[in-house]
């Protein structure tokens, strides 16, 4: 335990590395260092990441830290997954997982000689990936790839059987969150998992279709159709997971229907806030992604801002959400796809902006726009727009 919480005061990701880093020293673990750079512990090739889990802790009772630190501490004593297929293949679990999970550690090794190991995924839907999980009692670790390649089986197959795997649990249980919305809880875990069982749903004590959102990890929220107030209670509840808990994942929306599972974009109010649900969701993905690109581009010489991704409330209407970055002049920049862009210049002077849409930025000054292979996207700009191009943008001002 640091000063800083034998006194009261919420730990830092720093207090939750040394706590961790002298557990491990007590039970003989060695090689574990922290990385504050990547907000990371690293042994080796094995790297815990704080970002979520120091969410978790610091929003913890005190009884509740010493639990977490154990759960945390386990992570550390992780074995390696079984090489015997006929061994593993009992224990692997489909978990639902971003795409841009790995997005930190992709980033950090482009200048190393060693490329980036494969993930041994299949995509789901929208931004979402199928993945495996292997259960180790106290903990759950991601299958390599190249573990799945030592087994000798297809990944297809493999993933079929987590699912089968996951099937096979022991049935989980709705529980109502407010009066139109419930929330999946299992005694195994995986509960956001359980989306990609529509079965599931069958049993949703909801009217009508259902509808269903995976916020957060563990989180899987639903409601019906035909509930009164139920989507924008549910996309409230969705929202606030997304904002406060740890481990955030997706900020869609989705139909349950007898096609399977699929997207859904509601209209009117309901449409207004789950576009603020999807903009603060990779508004999170664009901050990890500039943390990584800031340190990769100094360790390259290039000498580029990349730029924030922001949001801005409504006057009107303050949870309507719009996204903008900024491009300012003389400033190599990347940009992230924003709704709006902000031009800066003339910095020893007046001090000029204007705040333009990014179509209307496109139509005008477009041609300064490099395209990247970053994802989420980012444009980038080397050059910053000329006298007239500026008169133009103004006439176009937000």
Known sequence: MTWRTAIGLKPTSTDLAQD???????HGLTGWQHDATADAIRNGDHVINLANIHLEYSAASRLGRRHLLQKYFAMLQTPPVSK???????KIYPLLRSRYDLLTHEI???????PFPPRAARRFISSLDQILGYDHG?????????????WAVP??????RALNNLRS??????LKVNPSVWKLESDEGYNESFLQLPKVFEILPAKGTPVAMIPNR????ATGSDEPGGLTALLAEARKSLQEAAWPLCGDLFRIGSNGIQLLAPEGRDGTALDSIQKIDISSIYSAQKTALEAHCEAIQDDVYVATFGLLGQKNDPDQLQSWCSWTEGVPTLLPKADLIAF???LSGARKTALVSWKKAAATVGHYFKPTDEDPARTRVDEFPNAAELAELQKHVV
Do not use: M, N, Y
């Open 169 to 174: 649990l022991p049935a989980p249980t709705w």
């Open 344 to 346: 800066i210049w003339d």
């Open 155 to 160: 990944l297809d197959v493999v993933i079929d």
């Open 218 to 221: 563990g989180a899987l929220l």
């Open 20 to 26: 961790l880093l002298k557990a491990a020293e007590r």
């Open 108 to 114: 950090a090794s482009r200048h190393k000689q060693e």
């Open 138 to 150: 106290q903990t759950v670790s991601q299958v390599p790839a190249s573990t799945v390649e030592e």
């Open 84 to 90: 015997l297929w006929s061994l593993a293949q009992t």
